[in-house]
C-alpha cells in the first residue's frame, strides 16, 4: 500500500493507495498496445481536441485537485492552483503544436529520373510510453504533466507510474483525465497509471512499451534507464534528472543592483521550500561586502517550508551537513524554519573561488531544498575555467549591468561557457520558472538530462516519442493521405 | 600492425599501417578539443565551402583512390568510383544543408509581458565526434563517409577509426582529406584518424569525446555502445547495425512480373558479394511454381564473388550451415562461386510461412553476403502477424501489381506493418541502393539501430551532432547573431 502523508505534521493523510500488481501493470500495458494503433490514426485535429477537453475538465477540477495536494504536498493552495493552470496550458500548447503540423516533420524528395527515387519522410509516434511523474510538481510534471501531455499528442498510450508522495493526487488527478478521454471519443487503453517501485519497474521491463519519460533525481533516474538499456529490445529514456543551475553575478550588477538581486536570490532559492531542478545552488558573486550583506539579510529574513517527504528532508539535511563539514565553507544565513517535522530551513554558505574549484565536484554536488553556496570571486576572468568545469546543468544565468562594458565582456565570455553546458542560458533572471512556450528548452548536457538533445518542457517535448520513416516509389493513392503529392501533412477535418 | 590483404588472393595487400599508440589517440582528442571552439565558430557558409573543397580533392583522387581500395576489398573499380563519387556528393548534400540553414533549429518565442520571457532557441554542435568505419563500403560508410560529412558540417571535430579491412584506403583518403581541409582554411586537429581496435576503443573512453557514429555489425556496435554507456559521462552512439530487410512479392506482382522480379531479387541480393546492411535478407513470394522457378534460375545464373575479409567469409560459411542445416529449410538454388579462397557463393534457401515462424528468431538472422532466404505463402493475410514478429530492419520493400485491387489492399497492410518496423518502406523496389538526398532516412527500430530516430544518410544525418540551448532574455546586443530579433539564422558572409 502507498501511504501518502501531510508534509505539515507528518502523519497519514487519507486512506493508502493498493500497489498494481504484476497482472495489473501487464494488463495495463496490454490495453495501451492494442489502442496504439487506433490513437496513431486519430488525426491530429482530433487529438487535438482531446487534449483540449482534458484540460477543461481538469480545469473545472482545479480547486479541488489543488486542495486535494495541499494535503499530501504543502504546497500551499496559491502554487499548486497556478500550477494545475500550468498542465492545462501543456495540454492546450500541445493542441496547437497539433495543429501547427511542424512535428510530423515531413520531408519530400521528388524522383528526379536520374536514380534519385521519390523519397517522402513522415513521423510516426513510438508506441506506448511509461511516464514517471516526479514528487515536486504534483500536476505539471505528474499524472497530468508535460510527458503525458506531449505523448498523447503524438499519438502514443501513456502509461504514468504515479509517485509515492501523492497517491491520492495523482489517483484524482487520473481519473479526471481518464473520464475526459473517455468522454471526447479516446481509445480505451490510451490512458492508464500504476502505483509503486515495482509495478514501476515491470512497466518498463515489458515487450511493448516503447520509450519512458522521467523527471526526478539522479540515483532514481539513472536506475530506470539501466532497466530501459538492459532491455532484450532496449527502448529510449529521457530523464530529466539534478542539476545546479550556476547564477553567476557579474561586478557591475553586484554594484549597482545589490538588493534586487539579494532579494532575487533568496526567492529563488525557498520558492516551493527550494524543491526544483531549477533551484540556483551555487551563486558566483564578487567579493563584495555589499552584495554578501544584502545576500546574508535576505536569506535570514526568507521563510523555510515542509518538504515533500521525510526521506527528501533527510536527503537535504545530510547534504547541508556534508556542505557545513567542509573547512573552507562558512555559513551565511540562515532563514527561518518552516512548519513541521520535515521543515527544511533555508542555509547558505560561503566560499571562496579557489576552495570551491578545490573542492569540486563535491561542492557542485545537487542538495534537493533550500540549500544555497555562494562562491566570491575577485576576477571575473577567473570565472571561466571554474564554470567550465561544473558539468552538465539545466540552466545558467547570468546578471549584468548592460551599461557596463566590462559586464558585457565577461557575460558574453560566461555566456560562451553556459552555451556549452547548459540547456537555458539566462539573462538578469534566476534559474527557476520555465515558461511553458514554443521555444523553450528544458534539457542539459548529463548529468542534468540523459539525452541532451531533447527537452521536456515546450513544443519540442513532443519530438522524444516520435520516429521517422520513408516511403520510397509509392503511387500516391497508397502513400499516407498527408504524404500524397500536392497535399499538405495535415488536412483540416 | 594492420595488414589489409587482397581479398581475391588472400594475400597481404602492400605493406602493414601502424596501430596508433595511446599517447597518440590522446593526442588527437586533445587537438580536436582545442580545435572545437574554432570549428563552431565558423560561419556555416564557410563550412560549406569547407566541405566542397573536400569534395573537390576527393574527385579529382577518386581513380587512384578507387583503384587502391579495389586491391583491399576486390569490390571493383567501377563501384569503387561510383563510390567516391557518391561521397562527395554527401559532403556537397551537407554543403546546401549548411546554406538551408533549418539544421539550426531555431526557434522564437517572443515576451508576451504576462510572464513568458523571450526564448530564442538554436543548437550547437555536440562536439568532438567518433566515426567507426565499415568495411563493405570504403569511402562512403568510411573515412570519407557520411558521418564525417555530417559531423563536420555540424561544426564538430571528426575522428575517425579506421577499418581494418582497407588500412591503405583509409590512409590515403584520410591524407586527402586532411590536405583539402587545412588548404581551405579549416583549423588543425578539426579532422583525425586513429587505427587499431584498441584505439578505437581508447577514443571512445577519452573524456573529450562528445559523440559516436557507427556502421557495422551488431555485435561490434553493442559492444562500443557499451562503452560508450559505461563512461563517467555517457555520449551518445548512433551505431547502423545488421537488418535483414524483408521483401514481399505480393500474389499479383508474381503473376504479371515473375521474370523482372526474379532478377530483380538476384542482382539485389548478390550485389558486392552480398555485403549491404540493406540485402534482401528474406524474400516473402507466393507459393507459385513459376515465380519460384524464376527465382531458382536466376540466382543459378548469380555470380559470387570474394568477400572482404577471411572473417567475413568464415562467418558467411557458417551462417549459410547453419541455415541449411534446418529441418524445414530446403535448397532452392545456387550460383557461380567468385574468385580466391574468400569467395562467397549466391545460395538461396526455401521454407514454409508456418516453418519460418515456428523457426523465429533464428531464421530471421542476419547472413552477411549472398544468402537468402525465400518464404512461401498462401494468402498474403497470414503475412502481417509473421511480418510483424520480425523485429527492426533498416527496409521493408512491398512488390504489388497496383493495378489489382486485391494487390492494393494487401500491401496496405504490410506497409502498416513495416511503417512500424521499419526505416524506409519500398514500392516494388529492393532495399539495396539508399539515395543520398535531403528526404532520405536510413535507420529504423533496434537492433537495425541503436537509436530509431536518427538517420546515417541524408540530410537530417546532420541532426545526430547537434544539442540545443535557448537564451532567455539577452539584450539584442548579446545574443549570437542569428537570433537577434530581425535577423535571419544564417546571414550570407
Same sequence: chains 1, 2.
Avoid at 111 to 138: E, H, K, M, Q, Y
Avoid at 188 to 206: E, I, N, P, S, T
Avoid at 256 to 272: D, F
Avoid at 451 to 467: D, Q
Amino acid at each position: 500500500m502507498i501511504q501518502g502523508y501531510d508534509p505539515r505534521t507528518g502523519r497519514p493523510a487519507g486512506e493508502p493507495v493498493a500497489e498494481t500488481s504484476d497482472a495489473g501493470v501487464d494488463e495495463l500495458v496490454t490495453a495501451a498496445a492494442a489502442a496504439a494503433r487506433a490513437w496513431e490514426m486519430t488525426s491530429p485535429f482530433t487529438r487535438a481536441e482531446v487534449l483540449t477537453a482534458v484540460a477543461a475538465a481538469l480545469d473545472e477540477h482545479s480547486a479541488e485537485l489543488a486542495e486535494l495536494a495541499d494535503t499530501e504536498t504543502a504546497l500551499g493552495a496559491a502554487r499548486l492552483t497556478g500550477e494545475v493552470a500550468r498542465s492545462t496550458g501543456q495540454l492546450r500548447l500541445f493542441a496547437e503544436v497539433l495543429h501547427d503540423g511542424g512535428f510530423l516533420d515531413v520531408a519530400v524528395t521528388e524522383a528526379d529520373g536520374a536514380g534519385t527515387p521519390d523519397l517522402r519522410r513522415i513521423s510516426r509516434p513510438v508506441g506506448p510510453v511509461a511516464v514517471f511523474a516526479a514528487s515536486n510538481f504534483p500536476f505539471a510534471f505528474s499524472v497530468a504533466g508535460g510527458d503525458t501531455a506531449s505523448a498523447l499528442a503524438a499519438g502514443c498510450p501513456v502509461i504514468v507510474k504515479a509517485h509515492e508522495g501523492h497517491p491520492r493526487t495523482s489517483v484524482a488527478t487520473g481519473a479526471v483525465i481518464a473520464r475526459a478521454l473517455a468522454d471526447a471519443g479516446a481509445p480505451a487503453g490510451v490512458f492508464g497509471m500504476v502505483y509503486g517501485v515495482q509495478a514501476g519497474a515491470r512497466l518498463l521491463r515489458h515487450p511493448a512499451l516503447a520509450a519512458a519519460g522521467f523527471t526526478g533525481s539522479a540515483r532514481g533516474g539513472l536506475a530506470l534507464q539501466r532497466i530501459c538499456a538492459g532491455r532484450e529490445v532496449p527502448i529510449p529514456f529521457f530523464g530529466e534528472l539534478g542539476s545546479v543551475n550556476p547564477v553567476v553575478i557579474l561586478p557591475g550588477a553586484a554594484a549597482s543592483r545589490a538588493q534586487e538581486i539579494a532579494a532575487g536570490y533568496a526567492g529563488s532559492l525557498t520558492l516551493g521550500a527550494g524543491q526544483f531542478c531549477t533551484n540556483p545552488g551555487l551563486l558566483f558573486v564578487p567579493e563584495d561586502e555589499g552584495l554578501l550583506d544584502a545576500i546574508a539579510a535576505a536569506v535570514t529574513a526568507s521563510q523555510g517550508g515542509p518538504m515533500l517527504s521525510e526521506r527528501i528532508h533527510d536527503g537535504f539535511e545530510a547534504a547541508v551537513r556534508e556542505l557545513a563539514s567542509c573547512a573552507a565553507v562558512k555559513p551565511l544565513a540562515t532563514g527561518h524554519p518552516g512548519e513541521g517535522p520535515w521543515s527544511a530551513t533555508p542555509q547558505v554558505f560561503h566560499v571562496g573561488l579557489d576552495e570551491f574549484a578545490a573542492g569540486l565536484p563535491g561542492l557542485a554536488t545537487e542538495r534537493f531544498g533550500p540549500a544555497g553556496l555562494v562562491i566570491g570571486y575577485r576576477d571575473p576572468g577567473e570565472l571561466v575555467a571554474v564554470l567550465a568545469g561544473l558539468g552538465g546543468n539545466l540552466a545558467g544565468c547570468i546578471h549584468l549591468d548592460s551599461a557596463r562594458e566590462q559586464d558585457r565582456a565577461a557575460a558574453t565570455r560566461v555566456m560562451e561557457v553556459f552555451s556549452h553546458t547548459t540547456g537555458r542560458v539566462v539573462c538578469n533572471g534566476w534559474p527557476t520558472g520555465v515558461a511553458v512556450a514554443w521555444a523553450q528548452h528544458h534539457g542539459g548536457p548529463w548529468p542534468a538530462t540523459t539525452a541532451p538533445a531533447y527537452t521536456s518542457v515546450g513544443a519540442a517535448a513532443i519530438r522524444r516519442w516520435l520516429v521517422p520513416v520513408v516511403y520510397q516509389n509509392w503511387p500516391p493513392i497508397l502513400l499516407p493521405s498527408g504524404l500524397r503529392p500536392g497535399s499538405r501533412p495535415l488536412m483540416a477535418p
